[in-house]
């Protein structure tokens, strides 16, 4: 059987629910392979057989689409989980071994319990020009620029992605908390444009693809969006340190990397491919939408050196334990250096 048969999803609808998880998390499990030490050297392959179970949808239609999936060394079962929440929760059912996020999700899963590390990130190739995240304002709202902030009610996922730019958005704009009313609500599906359109908030922060089937909904009504001014392109693979702890997983993940590597780059090499398979194809949107999103959040490169990455991302650590009375962390405990050679020999031999 070819990799690609290998590798076929065996999951395609979202799972919300932790018995859906739990149901997962008995699909294609392997036997525990032996006990790795997380500053050990990484195995060379993982045992044949091993099964590594992957929450991140973008990455596998990439992969699947530019015939990469191929290459991918390793079994892979599909989950169809993004977002923090999700991702978490699967951790903790034991459905997956590794998801997909931005850079909050990892922290508030250290701060709740879930001990987990960061094995890959990338960033924007030019985030200025290219947010993740523009701001919704419902309809009725008057919000042209982020100084009109002040005495509107906004969403807030203090988890996740969305609640540090908020933060972020208020420090720009010379505002604190106290001078917002903060509606704290999960950024799970388009619950934020639900709450957009029904008023419940004024502001709302939304994905590229949320902020465009939001207009396409709501803006004949008076929807609006706009830039939310700051930096906001972090995104990591990340993992549980129990997962590191079984030596095969700890391999299989090693492949995995690397494949998420190459498929950062076909998607940068090929937007308009990747429009149509993923935002069309899987999520739905129109071509039109599908141009708009890949042309707005840009390319993307993945790091071989994490520094100016960790100390950006302590950047954001120390805010939100100022903001939200979180524990202090040195962040750089939850990276695994030891995938960041695993990248670097890999683009190096590209």
Request: with cysteine.
């Amino acid at each position: 059987m070819s990799r690609r048969g290998l590798t076929r999803p065996l999951i395609r609808a979202a799972l919300t629910t932790t018995l859906g998880l739990l149901v997962l998390s008995g699909c294609g499990s392997d036997e525990p392979g032996s006990e790795l030490a997380l500053t050990a050297a990484l195995p060379d392959a993982p045992a044949e057989g091993t099964v590594l179970r992957v929450g991140d949808p973008a990455t596998q239609v990439a992969l699947e689409t530019s015939g990469l999936i191929d290459e991918l060394g390793v079994e892979v079962e599909w989950a169809n989980i993004t977002g923090g929440p999700k991702t978490l929760e699967a951790f903790r059912a034991d459905a997956i071994d590794i998801g997909s996020v931005a850079d909050i999700p990892p922290l508030f899963a250290h701060w709740t319990g879930t001990d987990v590390r960061i094995v890959a990130a990338r960033e924007s190739a030019d985030p200025a020009n290219h947010p993740v995240y523009e701001l919704g304002v419902a309809p009725g709202a008057k919000v042209e620029t982020i100084q009109d902030l002040k005495g509107k009610k906004i969403a807030y996922s203090p988890g996740q992605a969305q609640g540090a730019l908020v933060l972020n958005v208020l420090r720009e704009a010379g505002l604190t908390q106290d001078d917002v009313e903060f509606v704290e609500m999960q950024s799970v599906d388009d619950a934020f444009s639900v709450a957009l359109a029904s008023k419940q908030v004024d502001v709302a922060p939304l994905g590229q693809t949320l902020a465009k089937t939001y207009l396409a909904k709501y803006e004949r009504d008076g929807a609006s969006t706009i830039d939310p001014g700051v930096r906001d392109d972090a995104w990591t693979l990340y993992t549980p340190t129990t997962v590191l702890a079984d030596a095969d997983k700890a391999a299989a993940i090693k492949e995995y990397v690397v494949a998420w590597t190459k498929a950062q780059q076909w998607i940068s090499d090929h937007p308009d491919e990747f429009a149509k398979a993923y935002y069309v194809e899987h999520e739905g949107l129109s071509p039109e939408d599908a141009a708009h999103v890949v042309e707005a959040i840009g390319t993307h490169q993945v790091l071989t050196d994490w520094d100016a990455f960790i100390a950006r991302h302590q950047e954001t650590v120390d805010t939100l334990v100022e903001a939200q009375d979180q524990e202090p962390l040195e962040v750089e405990t939850l990276y695994d250096r030891r995938y960041e050679t695993v990248i670097a020999d890999a683009v190096g031999g590209s």
